[in-house]
T-cell receptor, first 114, second 117 residues
Framework: AQSVTQPDIHITVSEGASLELRCNYS??????LFWYVQSPGQGLQLLLK??????LVQGIKGFEAEFKRSQSSFNLRKPSVHWSDAAEYFC????????????FGIGTKLQVIP | DTGVSQDPRHKITKRGQNVTFRCDPI?????LYWYRQTLGQGPEFLTY????????KSRLLSDRFSAERPKGSFSTLEIQRTEQGDSAMYLC???????????????FGQGTRLTVV
């Protein structure tokens, strides 16, 4: 069965600092991988997704993620965090066949301090 | 079109009451999904529609839950005889059907937060 592990439930970074959110997945074949962000009072918004090709994926809002098959990881990064990035971030994995088959992680809550 | 909208945003109900939530998807989207998100968890799939047909239901969707999408437009999710364990955020999303998820995106609404007291 597919699964996603986000080992950090809560992370605090200073504004302007770099950010890396960890995600490890378990999937029997080549996975489709996603990162979503959920701001307070907002719905989930897709930051980026990956299936094949270049293992470094660029997303919106200056985020990027790197797929490492050998480590079963898909970590999200941002070189310089802004206060508006404070939100909850969800990694997800699934097959090609539709969003009904996507499994989400439990999320990492990001706090940004001035 | 401003995206996926859900109504109400918040609902407090007494245990044993029935509640109904509404989701209006993006107009050209033929797929509509319902998810449940409990505190400290990610969204969990409940059910989805392609046009008006309900194609799949999760085992999380007990007999007390029913969803409809008449005419393939808006959808409703009803919970009968609510229990405290039903307290959660109920999320709706919509997408265009495509050959692969890489060719489409699921857009989420803001959710309906249900509190059963």
């Amino acid at each position: 069965a597919q699964s996603v592990t986000q080992p950090d439930i809560h992370i605090t970074v200073s504004e302007g600092a770099s950010l890396e959110l960890r995600c490890n997945y378990s999937y029997g074949a080549t996975p489709y991988l996603f990162w979503y962000v959920q701001s307070p009072g907002q719905g989930l918004q897709l930051l980026l997704k990956y299936f094949s090709g270049d293992t470094l994926v660029q997303g919106i809002k200056g985020f990027e993620a790197e797929f490492k098959r050998s480590q079963s990881s898909f970590n999200l990064r941002k070189p310089s965090v802004h206060w508006s990035d404070a939100a909850e971030y969800f990694c997800a994995v699934g097959p090609s066949g539709g969003y009904q088959k996507v499994t989400f992680g439990i999320g990492t809550k990001l706090q940004v301090i001035p | 079109d401003t995206g996926v909208s859900q109504d109400p945003r918040h609902k407090i109900t007494k245990r044993g009451q029935n509640v109904t939530f509404r989701c209006d998807p993006i107009s050209e989207h033929n797929r509509l999904y319902w998810y449940r998100q409990t505190l400290g968890q990610g969204p969990e799939f409940l059910t989805y529609f392609q046009n008006e047909a309900q194609l799949e239901k999760s085992r999380l969707l007990s007999d007390r839950f029913s969803a409809e999408r008449p005419k393939g437009s808006f959808s409703t999710l009803e919970i009968q005889r609510t229990e405290q364990g039903d307290s959660a955020m109920y999320l709706c999303a919509s997408s265009i059907r495509a050959s692969t998820v890489m060719n489409t995106e699921a857009f989420f609404g803001q959710g309906t937060r249900l509190t059963v007291v």
